[in-house]
C-alpha cells in the first residue's frame, strides 16, 4: 500500500494505492474508495533504454573475501551476492590457483564467475548445480 498527496487543479488529495494490477487499481481518495482503470500507453518519441554488461577483468577487488578460517587451515569462499549456482567447476580434493574460477553463479539475469582468493586444494564443496544460495553463503572450502 503506498500514500500520496496529490495537487490538481490547487486543490490537495490524499491518495492510497491499495491494490495495483495490470489495467486497473482500487485507490482511496479522501476517505473515498474508487477502482480505476490504467491505460499504458507510451510516447511514441520514447526509446526503450538500452542496457548491456560492462565486461571487467578480474580484479583483486572482485575477488570474494573469505568468510574467514575455519577448521584445520580451510578458508570457506561465499557467494558475493544471492543467485542460483549454475556450474561448479572443481570437486573435492581439486587444486587450485589464486583467481581460477570454482563456480558459476546466476544474480540477476548475468553469470558470476567466483574466483579462489588464494591457492590451496578444495576440501569441500558445499554447493551443486541448480542451488540457491543466500549473499555470504559458503560455497567451497579450501585448505592451505
Do not use: C, W
Amino acid at each position: 500500500m503506498k500514500e500520496y498527496k496529490i495537487s490538481l487543479q490547487g486543490k490537495e488529495f490524499d491518495v492510497i494505492v491499495k491494490e495495483l494490477q495490470v489495467n486497473q487499481a482500487v485507490v482511496e481518495v479522501n476517505g473515498t474508495e474508487y477502482t480505476v482503470g490504467i491505460e499504458n500507453k507510451r510516447p511514441a518519441e520514447v526509446e526503450p533504454l538500452k542496457v548491456r554488461p560492462v565486461q571487467k577483468a578480474a580484479t583483486p577487488a572482485s575477488v570474494p573475501k573469505p568468510a574467514g578460517p575455519a577448521a584445520g587451515g580451510e578458508d570457506a569462499v561465499v557467494s558475493p551476492l544471492p543467485g542460483v549456482i549454475m556450474k561448479v567447476a572443481v570437486a573435492e580434493g581439486d587444486t587450485v590457483k589464486t583467481g581460477q574460477t570454482m563456480v558459476i553463479l546466476e544474480a540477476m539475469k548475468m553469470e558470476n564467475e567466483v574466483r579462489a582468493h588464494k591457492d590451496g586444494k578444495i576440501t569441500e564443496v558445499l554447493v551443486k548445480n541448480g542451488d540457491s544460495v543466500t549473499e555470504g553463503a559458503s560455497l567451497v572450502k579450501i585448505g592451505g
